[in-house]
């Protein structure tokens, strides 16, 4: 570990990440404020790359949810393996 000896055990971070936020304070990026990284990693919402996937969700649990139906939280009978099964059936694959 040249340039970072202990660093990378004493912050639990690998050498390649301590470099690279290195170079990044060094270079005085700014960021949007509430960020501590630059925005457009990871991964992107199932609906960008399937947009009828929640027309298709919502179809299949509207007939079994129970309790308030004005509340956001909804409270389903199907079990979340189910309904990813039937997801997949029907050409939204996902687990």
Excluded at 37 to 58: F, H, I, M, V, Y
């Amino acid at each position: 570990m040249v340039g970072f000896p202990g660093y990378t055990v004493l912050v639990g971070f690998s050498r390649k990440t301590i470099s690279k936020g290195t170079r990044e304070i060094a270079a005085g990026e700014a960021l949007p404020p509430g960020r501590i990284r630059r925005p457009g990693a990871g991964r992107k919402n199932l609906t960008q790359a399937d947009p009828s996937l929640l027309t298709t969700l919502e179809s299949l649990i509207d007939g079994g949810t129970r309790g308030d139906t004005e509340s956001p939280l909804r409270w389903i009978c199907q079990s979340t393996r189910t309904l990813a099964a039937e997801l997949s059936n029907q050409r939204h694959p996902l687990s």
